[in-house]
């Protein structure tokens, strides 16, 4: 392992526990930078080419894993045996591409004109969606059932490329990155934290990828980093969150983390958006009848202002978990079920934009990267029905009460507080 580079310590040898919050040698993860991207129109059809490339080749394949599979059920009704039935089709990556070179001079002739990592896109996908819902059948997968792979549509599907191989670097100005045939690609944001790692070789590019979000186009690069191991500011603090829809989170210290509800207050806006789509001339398929340009238009303010509500809420939720994770030494949160949770149609909205589970992820591995701990208190450890002081647990509460000592019934605000602070118990139990 290269030995990692002390950047806050000066590039000097960092002591074993030096100011910075150090504690050593680092560890090699995979993390992902992501940065926007401005595109000329050139630029622009060129990476729609190769995300057309990837559709192209996932839905060939996948016609293909549809036919023989169709075929080999159909002969099995004709009681042929099973070394005489129709050769099966490897669902591998490796077995997907060899079939794909076969084949993609007829298929598509133009396949010079794209990198060969537009069409392993596709297959990549394809592979990894069917082992997928052969492990889900099997039940080797745990969680929802997985569908089968389904065809790609071309006004859908949202494009997007990615590239493991060939020139993958960050410009030097740090405003520029170069992709394989896609070449030199202006950067809307400097990219200086990941080029600072570069250069002190500390990180390593193993690909990136090319997707439209929102009506604007992002690379994602996914990179090897050589983290420091790192201490939080008090290793032994313990903070119980409790996750809620009033408050984002409520802190066993006594903070109240207010929910911005981002859906809620661009609710207006969004309606109104909506509405004038409606009037605009979509497209139809039955008839083949193609958008009018006002209801591409529409469509695109539409988009971006759902991307705008979604970039809101991620940027609260990492600025919560990461003041968190580098503050305590230990976080203690409830294993909700958020998916039973949704099934409620009144709170469903509210408890999505709130991102329970995004909360749960991120404290997840923020945790180890800091130095911290994350505990899970059991699903069914009942925090807000257990009395704070003694210990009782009532059979029965409302949602909106928690119980305080001598049975005494609270209102919803000091809830997550008493909920908070049974869950620092259960860790101190542990």
Request: proline residues 5%; contains cysteine; aromatic residues 6%.
């Amino acid at each position: 392992m290269r030995p990692p580079v002390w950047a806050a310590c000066r590039g000097g040898p960092c002591p074993p526990r030096c100011r910075s919050g150090h504690r050593g040698p680092g560890v090699k993860t995979i993390q992902a930078y992501r940065f926007a991207v401005d595109l000329t129109a050139s630029q622009e059809r060129d990476v729609l080419a190769h995300a057309g490339a990837a559709r192209v080749a996932h839905n060939w394949a996948l016609g293909r894993v549809k036919a023989v599979m169709d075929q080999r059920a159909v002969e099995r009704t004709y009681g042929m045996p099973d070394d005489l039935l129709t050769p099966s089709l490897s669902w591998s990556l490796a077995g997907l591409r060899k079939a794909w070179n076969v084949a993609k001079r007829e298929v598509a002739p133009w396949w010079a004109e794209v990198s060969k990592e537009a069409f392993n896109t596709g297959l990549d996908a394809l592979a990894r969606g069917l082992k997928n819902w052969a492990d889900s059948r099997s039940g080797k997968r745990a969680g929802r059932p997985v569908g089968f792979p389904r065809f790609k549509s071309r006004r859908r599907t949202t494009p997007s490329v990615r590239f493991t191989t060939g020139a993958i670097r960050v410009e030097p100005g740090r405003m520029h990155v170069v992709l394989p045939r896609l070449g030199r690609l202006k950067l809307h944001e400097s990219a200086r934290k990941l080029a600072r790692r570069l250069n002190n070789g500390t990180a390593r590019i193993m690909s990136a990828t090319v997707r439209r979000d929102g009506g604007r186009w992002h690379v994602a690069f996914t990179v090897e980093v050589e983290r420091t191991e790192r201490q939080p500011a008090q290793p032994d603090s313990v903070v119980g969150v409790d996750i809620g829809i009033k408050h984002l989170a409520v802190l066993s210290t006594g903070e109240l983390v207010d929910n911005p509800r981002h859906l809620v207050a661009a609710q207006t806006r969004l309606r109104a958006l909506g509405r004038a789509l409606s009037r605009k001339t979509g497209p139809d398929r039955r008839t083949g009848q193609r958008p009018s340009k006002r209801w591409e238009r529409a469509v695109a303010r539409l988009g971006r202002s759902h991307a705008r509500v979604a970039n809101l809420r991620r940027d609260g939720v990492h600025k919560l978990t990461t003041r968190l994770t580098r503050e305590h030494g230990t976080v203690v949160v409830e294993d909700l079920n958020v998916t039973g949770m949704l099934a409620n149609r009144r709170l469903a909205k509210h408890i999505a934009d709130a991102g329970f589970a995004e909360i749960r992820r991120q404290l997840a591995y923020k945790t180890s990267w800091n130095g911290g701990r994350l505990l899970v208190a059991d699903r069914w450890h009942p925090s807000s029905k257990t009395c704070s002081a003694c210990g009782a647990v009532k059979t029965k509460v409302m949602a909106t009460r928690a119980l305080l000592p001598g049975g005494v019934m609270v209102s919803a605000g000091q809830r997550s507080m008493i909920a908070d602070a049974n869950i620092d118990k259960f860790q101190a139990r542990l």
